[in-house]
């Protein structure tokens, strides 16, 4: 019933912007957490931030003050806008969603930041 599409990776330099957009399919319930997630090769999946029904956000202190999650109901969409981003910062990210009925997950968007 709920499917997750992510876009808005790329190549950046150092020190730039970008903005990642997931956009839901189907009826979401107010109740939920809407997290981006991130796996750089070798690493394990890190929670970068969420936003709890849609209210309350949180971030790891590896993007805190850089990094800002945010959502848009008419377009049934979430955003991370990530500025001042470092090669560090480079990862396959996902979104995730979790409703009291499942847990849904996006195809994932590349992005990697270049010194």
């Known amino acids: 019933q709920v499917r997750l599409v992510e876009s808005g990776g790329g190549l950046v330099q150092a020190g730039g912007s970008l903005r990642l957009s997931c956009a839901a399919s189907?009826?979401?319930?107010?109740?939920?957490?809407m997290g981006w997630y991130r796996q750089a090769p070798g690493k394990q999946c890190e929670l970068v931030g969420s936003?709890?029904?849609?209210?309350?956000?949180s971030y790891a202190d590896s993007v805190k003050g850089r990094f800002t999650i945010s959502r848009d109901n008419a377009k049934n969409t979430a955003y991370l806008q990530m500025n001042s981003l470092k090669p560090e910062d480079t990862a396959v990210y996902y979104c995730?969603?979790?409703?009291?009925?499942?847990?849904?997950w996006g195809q994932g968007t590349q992005v990697t930041v270049s010194s």
């Open positions: 189907g009826s979401i319930p107010s109740i939920n957490v």
């Open positions: 995730n969603l979790w409703l009291v009925l499942g847990n849904y």
């Open positions: 936003i709890t029904n849609g209210i309350s956000t």
